[in-house]
């Protein structure tokens, strides 16, 4: 167990390099500069753009600056913005929260309405319910969530406004509870419907299958109710597939938030992600793509070792190294 979880923390650690590398290398190969970002007085003049690209390092070579950055992440700095010299972190950490929240919401909305849909698809395979499940997940999952996030704001922004934020009104969930889910409540569900909907098809088609096993005929052919049927057999066999899915779609919901966040002006990771590319803003944008990526594959990582952990056929043969 401890060989398997050392070599996926550093397969993680690999992956991330390779990926913050290759975004330090893409954002500096774009056209612009952030200087160009920093209004007209200062893009204009020369002299002042030289002075801050001096002070911020800009002008040195592209090996160096890489080398510099790397250096710094090993120290636990994350640089300071290119645009108001505010530290990465501190900004980071002020957003992150925000994003987390929205996507914890967005899994609730998925996972359980998400599994108790798949089941009773299931279970009446067939029938009208099934059916139903089956075009409602397919409508949920084919939705843009950009489009329809729009589309939510129109609608329920005229009839009912005190569901969504004002223009820099929003309220964090220390302050007032109650407020700040009243407006979170609607992205939440914006982003996780097609969470919904995959979650929903994945345990559908994992509990059809479980349920054409010997070991769920055997248990119908006993005498077991149906319901213990489906609890104790089939969802124990249906249980890794859909947990595979279900971690892929938890780590989209918790990453994948850009679109909808923008829309309803909330001020978490995709917004600061959308400004930092806006503004190129190198450090800020960077800093983000290194805690996005870090999250997804640590949650890909728990998912993997909770599989090896339920399902024994995952494992290598012999010693499970």
Same mark, same amino acid.
């Given at each position: ?94 957003? #992150?929260?925000?994003? &987390?929240?929205?996507?914890? $919401? *967005?899994?609730?909305?998925?996972? =359980?309405? !998400? /599994?108790?849909? +798949? ?114 057999? #089939?969802?124990?066999? &249906?249980?890794?597939?859909? $947990? *595979?899915?279900?971690?892929?779609? =938890?780590? !989209? /919901?918790?990453? +994948? ?65």
């Amino acid at each position: 167990m401890i060989p398997y979880l050392l070599r996926r923390v550093l397969a993680l650690a690999v992956t991330v390099l390779l990926a913050l590398t290759m975004m330090f290398f893409l954002l500096h190969a774009s056209p612009g500069s952030p200087v160009d970002s920093m209004g007209a007085q200062v893009a204009a003049d020369p002299e002042a753009r030289e002075a801050i690209s001096e002070a911020q390092g800009l002008d040195r070579p592209l090996l160096e600056q890489y080398g510099d950055y790397l250096g710094g992440l090993v120290r636990g700095d994350l640089g300071t913005s290119v645009y108001d010299g505010s530290s990465v972190a501190s900004t980071i950490a002020a957003a #992150a929260p925000v994003s &987390a929240e929205l996507g914890i $919401l *967005a899994i609730t909305v998925t996972i =359980v309405p !998400g /599994l108790a849909a +798949g089941v009773i698809a299931a279970r009446r395979h067939g029938r009208a319910a099934d059916g139903a499940v089956r075009v409602i997940t397919l409508l949920a999952v084919s939705v843009p969530s950009y489009w329809l996030a729009v589309l939510c704001l129109i609608w329920v922004g005229e009839r009912y406004p005190d569901l969504l934020p004002n223009a820099g009104g929003f309220i964090p969930f220390s302050e007032d509870p109650v407020a700040n889910l009243q407006v979170m409540i609607l992205p939440a569900v914006v982003v996780g419907l097609s969470g919904f909907a995959i979650v929903a098809r994945s345990v559908r088609t994992a509990l059809l299958d479980a349920y054409g096993t010997d070991e769920v005929r055997f248990g119908r052919a006993s005498g077991l109710p149906e319901c213990d049927v489906t609890r104790r057999l #089939a969802l124990r066999r &249906a249980a890794p597939p859909s $947990l *595979a899915v279900a971690g892929l779609v =938890v780590g !989209g /919901l918790l990453t +994948g938030t850009v679109l909808v966040e923008n829309v309803f002006q909330i001020p978490g990771m995709g917004s600061l992600m959308v400004t930092a590319f806006t503004r190129d803003d190198y450090p800020l944008a960077l800093g983000c793509a290194l805690v996005t990526a870090i999250v997804l594959l640590s949650v890909n990582l728990v998912v993997d070792v909770v599989l090896h952990l339920l399902d024994p056929r995952t494992r290598p043969a012999g010693r499970w190294r």
